[in-house]
């Protein structure tokens, strides 16, 4: 059955005292939501007392990036195993901030979501297309060029364990949301995709939008049937806002 899910993406932000606070505050008006998976993606200095201020909740841990690689000498980065040391089950890869401002290529998104898959993480796998591709008519290709380099190395049978996100890259961080329409655009098309291959694994599958979600439009976004709940920016830092987007996904 297809799950749905709300997860925070904290991006750099917070520390120690912050994420108590923020993390106080949520856990317990979460705890009613046992139907939908719930997550958090925090900082990696931040993993371990977040892991143990979520122990025993119904919050998530996840990392917001990964090595492809298993071990070896690359400075600065993190491997999968790592993060199952800290209790992740979820890692984003592919978020148009690592594909821009750090040249990730679709090619490396596709091994970082092979190399969480062969840890057992779950990767929250980001695809969207920027403002000028939406305005040149091309969303539709960008999107099935970032979902097919990751189908064609990791075969379609795995998207049986990952979970999507749309984010346009024109309405993260911007305030602009895009329309529910708009987005239930997008995510019946990469389930369409998806289905023309595995249609069981295109029904199960949780597709997320992402981008300007906030407490005030997270319910009409979450009725539309192809959006199977959010993955949220600012307001994942704002415990009021994550709460109600979280009980927006009615259950
Ligand atoms: P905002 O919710 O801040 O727009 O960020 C969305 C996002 O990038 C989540 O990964």
């Known amino acids: 059955m297809r799950k749905k899910m709300v997860a925070g993406n904290w991006k750099m932000h917070g520390n120690l ?3 108590e606070q923020l993390l106080t505050a949520i856990i317990p008006a979460l ?12 900082p990696f200095p931040y993993l371990s007392s ?4 979520l122990h025993n909740t119904n919050l998530g841990l996840g990392a917001q990036n990964v090595s492809q690689f298993e071990k070896g000498a690359y400075t600065g ?9 800290f209790g992740c089950k979820y890692v984003i890869v592919g978020h148009s901030e690592r594909r821009m401002l750090y040249s990730e290529s679709s090619s490396v998104v596709a091994d970082k979501y092979i190399a969480a898959q062969r840890g057992n993480l779950i990767p929250l796998l980001c695809v969207g297309e920027t403002l000028e591709q939406r305005e040149a ?7 099935q060029e970032q979902m097919k380099a990751v189908i064609d190395k990791a075969g379609v049978d795995s998207l049986g364990k ?7 890259v024109w309405a993260i961080g911007t305030g602009k949301t ?8 997008v995510h019946a098309f990469i389930r369409q995709g998806v289905s023309l291959q595995n249609s069981n694994v295109a029904n199960d599958l949780t597709i997320l939008y992402g981008g300007s979600v906030k407490a005030s439009n997270a319910s009409e976004l979450f009725a539309m049937p192809d959006i199977d709940g959010g993955l949220i920016g600012g307001a994942s830092l704002i415990a009021d ?4 987007i979280s009980r927006a996904l009615n259950n």
Do not use: K, W
């Open 17 to 19: 005292s912050e994420n």
């Open 31 to 42: 705890n009613e939501l046992r139907n939908s998976l719930l997550a958090v993606c925090v």
């Open 50 to 53: 977040v892991q143990h201020l």
């Open 77 to 85: 980065e993190v491997s999968v195993s790592m993060l199952s040391d």
């Open 137 to 143: 008519g091309i969303t539709q290709q960008v999107i």
């Open 162 to 168: 990952a979970i999507i996100a749309y984010e346009p």
């Open 178 to 185: 895009a329309s529910p329409q708009q987005a239930q655009d």
């Open 241 to 244: 806002d994550f709460i109600a």
